[in-house]
């Protein structure tokens, strides 16, 4: 049977390069892993009980579409607890199948087929993908020159090229370069978005690993009306295979949203929801130290790289950090990170699969333990060595 005739769109979406890469050095043998974009922290015991609790009451139906009522109450007083942001939990938050729900939901409501979609390169890959599903035209914005930061500027530029957007894909601390923005920049930014009429689909999953001197500050502190806000339980309370997360925005997007959401899932799981309950709720301080955890983390990664005088992009949030392929290697990311994956038994991330303004990059993940933290830089110290 011939299969060309699929969806032009299904078809022409991109694979994703993150795994493609992780499959080409599977095989090698002892391999220690950085490329791995999840916390190493069991999920918080209270978690567990008050899911196994509703295991054993035999709540086993359908919930609300929209998430069990308790659960978007949690939700609202989280993001008002964490971002004095105030969202009505019957109107305004849905409960999803992880962020990546969210994210094809947000893609999918706001995207007519052939609108322009900016994101900033390097970016999250399932972007890319969502677009195209929906029939969206990419707009990268390639960040590389400034410090890895989308910039008013890089905006008005892009702009100017292309005539006109529907929406900006927009997350921070960035998977992949570990960069963020303060209450002034993203003030800026937001600006300069509402200027465009641009929708702001926010990916904050990240919120909770924020090393600056503030807190994480939301976006739609400023642009409310037109931010679909997307956070969730994997990244901040270790429970990436749960697959819960939310999202929250105004009464006339959520609606929309709604159908979307309804179509992809009917309901989220019922159990899992009792469990975010709690993580909602309850979880600040294990959060405080998984915080402080990443942050020490982070730094032994920076003192390895600058002992061996390798250039990287301080992370200011997340657990990535990017560095630079050395001068003394001849190759680009992809064959530095094939090359000591092969010789050093280290699985790192060429920066390239975020698009290309990672070009040249690498991204290591620092959510491992410490040990391995420090063989990868004596390993990275040997592969050094037999390259000078
Ligand atoms: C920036 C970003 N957004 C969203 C996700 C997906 O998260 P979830 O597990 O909630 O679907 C990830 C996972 O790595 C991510 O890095």
Not at 30 to 39: Q, Y
Not at 164 to 187: D, H, M, W
Not at 234 to 244: C, D, I, L, P, V
Not at 381 to 386: E, N, P
Request: charged content about 25%.
């Amino acid at each position: 049977m011939d299969y060309s005739n699929l969806s032009k769109a299904a078809q022409a979406a991109p694979p994703n390069l993150i795994r493609a890469f992780s499959e080409k050095i599977s095989h090698i043998d002892g391999l220690l892993k950085f490329n791995i974009g999840e916390p190493d922290f069991p999920t918080p015991e209270v978690v567990k009980q008050a899911t196994i609790e509703s295991i054993n009451k035999d709540q086993s139906f359908y919930s609300h579409s929209r998430g069990v009522m308790e659960l978007r109450e949690a939700i609202a007083g989280y993001i008002d607890r964490k971002f004095n942001l105030e969202y009505d939990p019957a109107t305004e938050v849905i409960v999803t199948v992880g962020s990546t729900e969210s994210l094809k939901a947000a893609v999918d409501v706001v995207t007519n087929p052939g609108d322009n979609i900016l994101v900033v390169d390097p970016n999250y890959v399932i972007y890319n993908t969502q677009v195209t599903l929906a029939r969206g035209n990419i707009v990268p914005i390639e960040v590389a020159d400034t410090k890895f930061k989308l910039t008013p500027q890089a905006v008005h530029d892009k702009m100017a090229e292309i005539g006109e957007a529907k929406a900006i894909l927009f997350n921070y601390p960035v998977n992949p370069t570990g960069v963020s923005y303060n209450r002034e920049e993203l003030k800026a930014l937001a600006e300069v978005f509402t200027e465009y009429n641009l929708y702001i689909i926010s990916d904050e999953v990240y919120s909770e690993f924020n090393y600056g001197e503030e807190d994480h500050v939301s976006i739609a502190e400023f642009a409310k009306d037109r931010t679909i806000l997307i956070n969730g339980a994997s990244k901040a309370f270790a429970m990436t295979g749960w697959r819960t997360a939310f999202v929250a925005a105004p009464k006339a997007i959520i609606d929309s949203l709604f159908a979307v959401h309804q179509s992809m899932v009917t309901a989220p799981p019922t159990q899992i929801q009792y469990g975010a309950i709690v993580a909602y709720n309850d979880l600040d301080e294990d959060v405080a130290e998984m915080r402080q955890s990443y942050l020490d983390r982070r730094n032994l990664v920076i003192a390895g790289l600058e002992s061996l005088d390798i250039e990287y992009i301080k992370p200011e949030g997340a657990f990535y950090i990017l560095f630079k392929v050395p001068d003394w290697f001849d190759g680009d990311d992809q064959e530095f990170c094939l090359q000591i994956a092969h010789d050093q038994k280290v699985a790192l991330t060429p920066a390239s699969v975020f698009g290309n303004g990672g070009k040249q990059y690498v991204r290591i993940s620092y959510a491992s333990s410490a040990e391995n933290l420090k063989i990868l830089i004596e390993r990275l110290g040997k592969f050094k060595d037999a390259h000078q």
